[in-house]
C-alpha cells in the first residue's frame, strides 16, 4: 500500500503543475495571436494610407492624401505630419518598435517562464520516481526475506544456520530500504518545494509580463493619440474642400454614376434629341423586303438598338430620372459658371426639352401614318419606305 501511497503523492504534484502549464501556454498562444494582430493591423493601416494616396495622385486631395515616394517607404523623418500618409507612416515605425518589444520582452520571456519551470518539473518528478521505485524495490526485498526468516525459525528454529544467514540478509537490507527512503523523502520534499514555487507562487512570475503589458498598452495608445489627433486638422481641410466643390452626399454621388446616361444625355439635350432622329430615321431604312440589304438593315437595327440602349438604364427617357433629382440641378452656363435650379420649373433643361418635345411632335404628325411600331417595344424593325425617312439632320439648311 505505501508504495501506492507514495505514487499517488507524485501524480498529484504533477497533476496541479500540468492545470499551471497548460494555462501558461494558453497564454503564449494568445499573446502571439496578438503579436500576430498588431503585425498585421499596422501593415493593414498602412497599406490603406498608401491606396489612399494612390487614389488621390493630381486631384484636390492629394495635398491631404499624401504622396508616396520610394524615400517614404522606407523612412520618415518629417518634422510636420500633415498628410494622411505621414502620419501613418509615422504610426507604422513607432508600432514596429512596440511589436518587436512585444515580442522580446513579453513573449520570449514567458516562452522562457514555460521552458524552465516545465524542464525543471519534470527533471525532479523523474527523480523522485526512480527513487521511489528503489524504494519500493528494498521495501518488498525486506518483507520477503522477513518471510523467509520466520519460516526457517519454524523449521530448524532460531540457531540454525538458516535462521542466522536471514538475520544478516534482513540486516543489510533494511539499511539499504533506509537509505533509499532518505534519498526518496528528500527528492520527494524537494519536488513539493518546486512544484508550490511553480503554481501557488507562479504570479510573481506574472508579474513581469503583466508589467510589461500594461506599458506596451499604455505606450502603444499614448502614440496612437498623439499622432492620430493630427488628423482633426485634415478633417478640417477636406470639409473646406467639400464646400468649395460643391460635393454632394455620397448616396446620391454614387446614384447619380448609376444612372449616368441618363443624366448625361439630361444635361446634353440637343445631342440627345439628334440621336433620337438618327435612331427613328435607321429603324425607318429597314425590312425593304430586298434579299440582299439584309445585312445593311441589320446594321441600321443595330444602330437603332445602340441608339435607344441596351440596358434599360441607358434609355433616354424623362421618367427615368427621379422628380426630385431635378430639384437641385446644376447646369453649365454661357459663360462657364455653375446655375443651381431650386425647382424643376426653373430649370432650363427642363424647359428647352418641352419646347423640343412640342416642337417635334407637331413635326411628326402629318407623318404618323408611314410609321408602325408597337409602343413600349425595345428595337422593334419599322417598314417605311426609304424614299420618306426624315433627314438625318432636319435643321441642316
Not at 513573449?107 to 518539473?121: A, F, L
Amino acid at each position: 500500500s505505501k508504495p501506492t501511497n507514495r505514487n499517488a503523492d507524485l501524480h498529484y504534484l504533477a497533476t496541479e503543475f500540468d492545470d499551471v502549464k497548460i494555462k501558461l501556454e494558453r497564454f503564449i498562444e494568445a499573446l502571439k495571436e496578438q503579436h500576430k494582430a498588431l503585425l498585421r493591423i499596422n501593415e493593414t493601416r498602412l497599406l490603406v494610407a498608401e491606396s489612399v494616396a494612390a487614389l488621390a495622385v493630381k486631384s484636390p486631395l492629394s495635398k491631404h492624401a499624401g504622396a508616396l515616394t520610394e524615400e517614404k517607404k522606407n523612412k520618415v523623418t518629417k518634422k510636420n505630419l500633415d498628410t494622411y500618409l505621414d502620419i501613418h507612416q509615422e504610426l507604422s515605425l513607432r508600432q514596429k518598435v512596440h511589436t518587436d518589444r512585444y515580442l522580446e520582452f513579453i513573449i520570449e520571456y514567458t516562452e522562457e517562464w514555460h521552458t524552465i519551470s516545465s524542464r525543471k518539473v519534470a527533471a525532479s518528478l523523474k527523480k523522485a520516481d526512480k527513487l521511489r521505485k528503489g524504494l519500493d524495490h528494498y521495501e518488498a526485498k525486506v518483507n520477503r526475506i522477513n518471510f523467509d526468516k520466520d519460516r526457517a525459525a519454524t523449521k530448524g528454529g532460531t540457531s540454525s544456520d538458516a535462521y542466522n544467514g536471514y538475520c544478516k540478509k534482513l540486516e543489510r537490507n533494511e539499511e539499504k530500504m533506509k537509505v533509499a527512503k532518505a534519498a526518496y523523502d528528500s527528492a520527494n520534499q524537494e519536488s513539493t518545494a518546486l512544484i508550490e514555487e511553480v503554481t501557488v507562487k507562479g504570479w510573481k512570475d506574472l508579474f513581469p509580463a503583466l508589467m510589461k503589458l500594461t506599458q506596451s498598452d499604455a505606450s502603444l495608445a499614448s502614440d496612437e493619440h498623439t499622432l492620430l489627433k493630427n488628423l482633426n486638422a485634415i478633417s478640417k481641410s477636406l470639409a473646406s474642400i467639400k464646400a468649395t466643390h460643391n460635393l454632394i452626399p455620397e448616396g446620391r454621388r454614387l446614384q447619380n454614376i448609376e444612372n449616368f446616361e441618363s443624366m448625361y444625355r439630361l444635361k446634353h439635350l440637343e445631342k440627345s434629341w439628334n440621336n433620337d432622329l438618327v435612331m427613328r430615321s435607321a429603324l425607318s431604312m429597314t425590312g425593304s423586303g430586298d434579299e440582299s440589304d439584309k445585312e445593311e438593315d441589320k446594321f441600321m437595327n443595330d444602330i437603332a438598338e445602340f441608339l435607344q440602349g441596351k440596358e434599360e438604364d441607358t434609355k433616354f427617357n424623362d421618367s427615368s430620372l427621379d422628380t426630385d433629382s431635378l430639384k437641385n440641378y446644376s447646369v453649365q452656363t454661357e459663360e462657364g459658371g455653375i446655375e443651381i435650379c431650386q425647382t424643376k420649373e426653373d430649370n432650363p433643361i427642363e424647359a428647352h426639352y418641352k419646347e423640343l418635345r412640342a416642337s417635334e411632335l407637331s413635326d411628326t404628325t402629318e407623318d404618323s401614318s408611314d410609321f408602325s411600331s408597337e409602343e413600349g417595344t425595345r428595337g422593334t424593325q419599322v417598314k417605311h419606305n426609304r424614299s420618306k425617312a426624315p433627314p438625318l439632320y432636319p435643321h441642316a439648311s
